[in-house]
C-alpha cells in the first residue's frame, strides 16, 4: 500500500524564466500536478491499484471505461513529469545526431514538431517517440500518452492551455518556439533515446 508523493521539480521555479515564468510552474507543478497526484491517491484508496507502479497502472487502466478517472489522472501525473524533466534553464545541450539524421536537419525537426504542436486542436501533448526501429512526433489527446501504443517517449510538450496561457495567453507557436529553441534538455531525449534501443 502506498501513496504517490509529489515529484520534485529538477530546478527551482524561476528558473526558466522568461521562458516560462515562476508563477506558471507554481501554479502547473504546484496546484495542477499536485490536483491529479491527490486525486489518484483517493481513487485507488483500498483497490490492486494501491499495490503497483505508476506506470502498471497506467497500463492496466488503459481503455477501461470504468477506470477512465483513474487512467486520466495517472497518466497526467505521468505526462508532467516526463514534461517537466525534458526541460532544463540555460542547458545548453544539442540535439541528438540520431534525431537530425531521421528528420533530415535541425530545423525540419523543430519544424515539424512545431507543426504538430499547432495543430493539436484542443488539450493534449505533442511527442518525440520511437515506434519500433523509427523515430516519429505524434499528438495526443487529453491525458492520452504513448505508453499505452507501445511507444517509448523521447520528449513531450504540454500543449494544454494551462502550461502557457499566463505567459504567452492565446500565443501557442511562440510557446513552442521558446520550448524549442530554450528549454529542450537533449541531454535527457538522449538517455531515452539509448534506453529505448534496448
Ligand atoms: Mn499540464
Known amino acids: ?42 481513487l485507488i484508496e483500498n ?18 471505461p470504468s477506470e477512465k478517472k483513474i487512467f486520466d489522472n495517472a ?4 505526462n508532467h513529469n516526463f514534461f517537466f524533466q525534458g526541460m532544463c534553464p540555460k542547458c545548453e545541450t544539442q540535439m541528438p545526431v540520431e534525431i537530425i539524421a531521421a528528420f533530415g536537419s535541425e530545423e ?10 499547432s495543430s493539436l ?28 501504443y507501445n511507444m517509448k517517449p523521447l520528449l513531450n510538450l504540454d500543449v494544454w492551455e494551462h502550461a502557457y496561457y499566463l505567459d504567452y495567453k492565446n500565443r501557442r507557436a511562440d510557446f513552442i518556439d521558446s520550448f524549442l529553441d530554450n ?11 539509448a534506453q529505448s534501443q534496448q
Open 183 to 193: 528549454l529542450v534538455n537533449w541531454e535527457f531525449v538522449a538517455q531515452n533515446l
Open 75 to 78: 497518466a497526467q501525473i505521468y
Open 108 to 117: 525540419d525537426f523543430k519544424k515539424q514538431f512545431k507543426s504538430a504542436a
Open 121 to 148: 486542436f484542443g488539450s493534449g501533448y505533442t511527442w518525440l517517440v520511437r515506434d519500433g526501429d523509427r523515430l516519429k512526433i505524434i499528438n495526443t489527446a487529453n491525458a492520452d500518452t504513448p505508453m499505452v
Open 47 to 64: 483497490t490492486p491499484y494501491e499495490e503497483i507502479s505508476l506506470d502498471e497502472i497506467i497500463v492496466q487502466s488503459a481503455g477501461r
Open 1 to 42: 500500500m502506498f501513496a504517490l508523493s509529489q515529484f520534485p521539480l529538477p530546478y527551482t521555479t524561476d528558473a526558466l524564466a522568461p521562458y516560462i515564468s515562476q508563477e506558471t510552474l507554481e501554479t502547473h507543478h504546484g496546484k495542477h500536478v499536485a490536483t491529479y497526484i491527490d486525486n489518484l491517491n483517493k
